[in-house]
């Protein structure tokens, strides 16, 4: 049974850092990985994305403070997240694909093997 499983949410002030982890059932170095969140009444969106080779693509509204790595032999994806605002309230998923450009990395289509999600909250 293929599983990902999203970790490391929770409840933090805004300015504070939370670190995601993303691990599978499967190897996850042969795979793009995504992250995405959605927020109450939104729309799923496309947070940041870490190809094969360790290329890496960010959402404007995270860039600068949210930083995605892999380690392989950890079989293990991180979204670092630093000085967090409320803004980034929201159930956060990652999911894998085999290719993606800069012009399509956060198209939700792209990507299969989606996770439960962690709820990220940021309040003071």
């Known amino acids: 049974q293929v599983t990902v499983v999203e970790s490391g949410g929770g409840l933090v002030q805004p300015g504070g850092s939370l670190r995601l982890s993303c691990s599978a059932s499967?190897?996850?170095?042969?795979?793009?990985i995504g992250w995405f969140r959605q927020a109450p009444g939104k729309e799923r969106e496309g947070v940041a994305c870490?190809?094969?080779?360790?290329?890496?693509y960010y959402s404007d509204s995270v860039k600068g403070r949210f930083t995605i790595s892999r380690d392989n032999a950890e079989n293990t994806v991180y979204l670092q997240m630093d000085d967090l605002k409320p803004e980034d309230t929201a159930v956060y998923y990652c999911?894998?694909?085999?290719?993606?450009?800069?012009?399509?990395?956060?198209?939700?289509?792209?990507?299969?093997?989606w996770g439960q999600g962690t709820q990220v909250t940021v309040s003071s």
């Open positions: 999911a894998t694909t085999q290719w993606v450009v800069r012009a399509n990395w956060n198209h939700r289509a792209l990507y299969k093997n």
């Open positions: 499967f190897m996850l170095d042969s795979f793009v």
């Open positions: 870490i190809t094969r080779d360790g290329i890496s």
